[in-house]
């Protein structure tokens, strides 16, 4: 797990995570902050297989659920007991419940030699508009320059969205292109900017 100043960021559990996966892929906000297609609702079946299949790539780049930051010991571990279950407590439920999610993914044919890396961001409507993505994409910028040794981060975001386009802004984020015209939402045609950092351009 890694922690940010109010966030613990863990791994994705299927099982343990598959109910607020469906929740996500069952409101239209947040089926459109996940992608530019038209929003269409997931099956707890499909969303099962989605989660598993991914979890299953070893290659692949980890997604982590994003989670309040739980009290900790004072050496900063977790207050678990030996026995006790990372993911699940006594009664079946997250010990650590998801209120986000952080999606890392490789990029092109050629992974390895050109380290390019593409992420999503998503929040429960509880959670947003309180500065925690920014806190996130901080996080993320040091673990995929510092910790990973990838060379650049992309990402594709509606052209309206100017809440989302002032936060990647203040971190560092910049435009480099915008595809017109690109998909179809809410009766009209919108735009798409391509944002982009490069690891010498973070300064965290």
């Known amino acids: 797990m890694f922690f940010t100043e109010r966030l613990m960021l863990r791994g994705l559990d299927p099982e343990v995570d598959n109910t607020i996966w469906l929740q996500w892929t069952n409101t239209v906000e947040s089926l459109n902050a996940l992608s530019i297609q038209g929003p269409q609702p997931w099956s707890r079946e499909r969303s099962k297989q989605f989660l598993e299949t991914r979890m299953k790539d070893t290659d692949a780049l980890p997604w982590f659920i994003i989670c309040e930051k739980p009290a900790l010991e004072d050496d900063g571990s977790l207050a678990l007991g030996s026995n006790d279950d990372y993911f ?117």
Request: glycine share 10%.
């Open 88 to 204: 699940r407590n006594a009664d079946g439920n997250a010990r650590y419940p998801a209120i986000g999610i952080l999606a890392l993914d490789k990029v092109g044919k050629a992974p390895a030699i050109n380290r390019v890396v593409s992420f999503g961001i998503l929040f429960s409507k509880d959670y947003q508009g309180r500065g925690l993505g920014t806190e996130v994409l901080r996080w993320m910028c040091n673990y995929i320059f510092k910790t990973l040794g990838y060379r650049r981060i992309e990402l594709n975001l509606d052209a309206t969205n100017d809440k989302a386009l002032r936060c990647y802004r203040h971190v560092g984020f910049i435009e480099e292109g915008r595809r017109r015209k690109q998909f179809w939402r809410e009766g009209e045609w919108r735009d798409v900017l391509e944002m982009a950092m490069l690891e010498e351009e973070w300064s965290g």
